[in-house]
């Protein structure tokens, strides 16, 4: 088990940027997976981008080249870089922990990108 705490939501402009934090309650380096899910009003909770223990990368094709996950294990944090901000992108943004068979979930962040 782990405490997630996401931080840095808030209303930006189309085109602008933000950059969400996601504070553990632990260390996590032994954490396998670190991820951002998003969720929309009226949609399913769909997985952004993911991060394993070694550094591999995933994201969603709707933000490939957009959004950057990052992690810092001396900080117990991991990290989401959002550029390019699109209105599509609005959504609560959630961090999540994987570590086989825990799966831990933040409070999420809201995040509204104007036109």
């Known amino acids: 088990q782990v405490q997630l705490v996401e931080s840095g939501g808030g209303l930006v402009q189309a085109g602008g940027s933000l950059r969400l934090s996601c504070a553990a309650s632990?260390?996590?380096?032994?954490?396998?997976?670190l991820g951002w899910y998003r969720q929309a009003p009226g949609k399913q909770r769909e997985l952004v981008a993911t991060?394993?223990?070694?550094?591999?990368?995933n994201y969603a094709e709707s933000v490939k080249g957009r959004f950057t996950i990052s992690r810092d294990n001396t900080k117990n944090t991991v990290y989401l870089q959002m550029n390019s901000l699109k209105p599509e992108d609005t959504a609560v943004y959630y961090c999540?922990?994987?570590?086989?068979?825990?799966?831990?979930w933040g409070q999420g962040t809201q995040v509204t990108v104007s036109s």
């Open positions: 632990r260390n996590i380096f032994s954490i396998n997976t």
């Open positions: 999540n922990a994987h570590r086989w068979p825990h799966d831990d």
């Open positions: 991060i394993t223990s070694i550094g591999s990368r």
